[in-house]
Nanobody, 124 residues
Framework: QVQLVESGGGLVQAGGSLRLSCAAS????????MGWFRQVPGKEREFVAA????????YYAGSVKGRFTISRDNAKNTVYLQMNSLKPEDTAVYYC?????????????????WGQGTQVTVSS
């Protein structure tokens, strides 16, 4: 069992930055594919970014590419999402997700574990 705890959300003005963190329990963090998703009320949860076990390969949604950076520290069992040049449309609850055997990292169904979410609000 893996438990995920996100932190770092908050209120920021457009153009600002935030860094989200997701701490994972357990001793197998380096074997996990880690992802970030986000959701606004009334819409489906959407993929934001993912990183595979070594952290060397990353994936991004087109809407955040060039502005967001996902990284991981396997020694600290933590994955990060650095968000720069934030826009009001980035406002959402951001969720950390993890899974061991994920074929398609951009879909929710492959992830086995989810955090409780952290609110990010970008004001215009």
């Amino acid at each position: 069992q893996v438990q995920l705890v996100e932190s770092g959300g908050g209120l920021v003005q457009a153009g600002g930055s935030l860094r989200l963190s997701c701490a994972a329990s357990g001793r197998t963090f380096s074997q996990l594919v880690m992802g970030w998703f986000r959701q606004v009320p009334g819409k489906e949860r959407e993929f934001v970014a993912a990183t595979v076990r070594s952290g060397g390969t990353t994936y991004y949604a087109g809407s955040v590419k060039g502005r967001f950076t996902i990284s991981r520290d396997n020694a600290k069992n933590t994955v990060y999402l650095q968000m720069n040049s934030l826009k009001p449309e980035d406002t959402a609850v951001y969720y950390c997700a993890a899974g061991y055997s994920i074929v398609v990292v951009t879909t929710q169904s492959g992830y086995d574990y989810w955090g409780q979410g952290t609110q990010v609000t970008v004001s215009s």
